[in-house]
């Protein structure tokens, strides 16, 4: 054990690991890109579909993530080592930290177009949108400039630096307990105003009321492989914050708390987004450009919509921001953990290349757009990579690992510390757990990887 992990930090309270973990979890998946997702799948019919893959995938894995970490005490490579003896479970850790690394290059962009957002917001630039074209030829004369593309995905990945940097207490912690109330307020009162709006039915009556014509094959795996995206599962984010854990804490129930906020969090999203967008007659499935190009102008079809424009591009980027924050934590956490780097050097020098691998992402919305490996834009094709393959190959590997390699037995007698009396009183949540890692994840998610190769 290297000196550097006998000094391990832990969180320093329970809600702090909550509000830590639905930081990650809550981000651009819940905010950019469920809204969009829903509103090409159908709406409501997507969003059960969502919900059951949620349930019945997202909660057993996430339990078996932050299992892993808290009874490794390390990050994914070092807790899968401190489990296994066999080389290829610590290249499950490996690639997690792999997909750390490719997910935050591209996140970045997005998240720095947001920031960008606010103080486009803040210069009233919206009010000279009256339609569609106009929106998003805008915007992509923003995304098509390299400095304003690269500028605000630098700072926003210096903003995140800053919290790693002060580590596991001092920064993810105290930063997540500020930053999450302010996100949760924003966004309520973002959906109360959509809400207000007249003409708003039809957004709420979008989200409630099953069209199950809009909804294919393609769409129960989309759902599925969002349950994964949004849940920050399969590449070890969360099993790194479960390392953080002391054995006292009730692992069941901090998990169903993130993913009951992180649920919420998406729906009230969608509310808000879906509300305004029909009470202005807006296309609701305009796809990933939803939020940049759609609400623009609905902010300014709308009562206040100069204020609620600012709070709406600061709340994504707070978002972002708090994901960024366990992406590169992962990243971190392997370098202080397996090589005795310092902190303050891994979050230097693994942002410095972070950077690095953020350019060609940015620059595949200008002068890289017409680079295509496999048919992808490097932007397209590090998402494609990390949230269709990575993330759904780590997830089974991890249930995989934890129901026939480490076995139920030994992984029960974890998840029970912390949690007495409540197995005890409720044991089908140790059956229902079982099932679900010992065959529905690995049998469904297997199913999806197949769909996301192009085998089924
Ligand atoms: N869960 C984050 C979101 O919804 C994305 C993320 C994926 C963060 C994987 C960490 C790890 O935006």
Redesign the pocket.
């Known amino acids: 054990m290297s000196s550097a992990n006998q000094q391990r930090e832990n969180w320093g309270s329970r809600v702090g690991f909550i509000l830590a973990a639905a930081g ?7 905010i950019w890109k469920f809204p969009y997702i829903a509103g090409e799948h159908g709406g409501a019919a997507f969003i059960f579909i969502y919900l059951i893959c949620i349930a019945i995938i997202g909660l057993p894995v996430l339990i078996a993530e932050i299992l892993i970490g808290r009874t490794g005490k390390r990050n994914p490579v070092g807790s899968f080592k401190f489990l296994s003896k066999s080389k290829i479970w610590t290249s499950v850790g490996f690639m997690g930290v792999a997909a750390g690394f490719l ?1 935050l290059s591209y996140y970045i962009v997005i998240a720095g177009w947001s920031l960008g957002y606010i103080i486009e917001a803040v210069k009233g630039t919206f009010y000279d949108f009256n339609q569609v074209n106009t929106s998003s030829s805008y915007f992509e004369s923003l995304t098509g400039n390299t400095t304003w593309t690269i500028s605000f995905m630098l700072l926003f990945l210096s903003i995140t630096m800053v919290f790693v940097y002060f580590g596991v207490q001092k920064g993810i912690e105290r930063g997540s307990k500020i930053m999450m109330p302010v996100l949760l307020i924003l966004l309520i009162v973002s959906a109360v105003k959509g809400i207000s709006l007249p003409g708003s039915d039809k957004g709420i009556s979008f989200l409630l009321e099953p069209n199950w014509d809009l909804v294919t094959g393609n769409s129960i795996l989309v759902a599925l492989g969002h349950a994964f ?4 599962l399969g ?1 070890g ?1 969360m099993m790194t914050y479960g390392s953080y854990l002391k054995k006292d804490s009730n692992i069941f129930s901090s998990s169903l708390q993130v993913v009951f906020l992180d649920t919420i969090i998406a729906l009230i999203a969608g509310l808000a987004i879906f509300t305004v967008v029909f009470a202005t007659q807006q296309n609701p499935s305009a796809g990933p450009g939803l939020i940049f190009h759609t609400l623009p102008i609905v902010f300014t079809k709308m009562s206040g919509g100069y204020v609620f424009s600012i709070l709406f591009f600061l709340l994504l980027s707070i978002a972002a921001l708090t ?1 960024a924050i ?2 590169l934590e992962v990243v971190v956490s392997y370098f202080v953990d397996e090589k005795g780097w310092t902190r303050h050097s891994a979050v230097i020098v693994f942002g410095g290349v972070t950077f690095l691998i953020g350019v060609p992402s940015a620059l595949s919305f200008n002068i890289l757009s017409d680079f295509h490996i496999f048919g992808l834009n490097f932007f397209d094709l590090a998402d494609y990579i990390t949230a269709n393959i990575m993330l759904p190959l780590g997830g089974m590997l991890i249930s995989i690992f934890v129901a026939w390699v480490w076995g139920l037995n030994k992984s029960l007698v974890e998840l029970k510390l912390g949690a007495e009396g409540l197995f005890e009183n409720y044991p089908i949540i140790i059956k229902f757990w079982k099932i679900f890692v010992k065959y529905f994840a690995p049998v469904l998610i297997f199913l999806v990887l197949l769909n996301s190769l192009g085998i089924l």
């Not at 979890?25 to 819940?30: D, E, R, S, Y």
């Not at 995206?229 to 920050?232: D, E, G, I, Q, V």
């Open positions: 990650s979890a809550i981000g651009l998946g819940n997910i995206f949004t849940l920050s590449m984010a994901s366990s992406l």
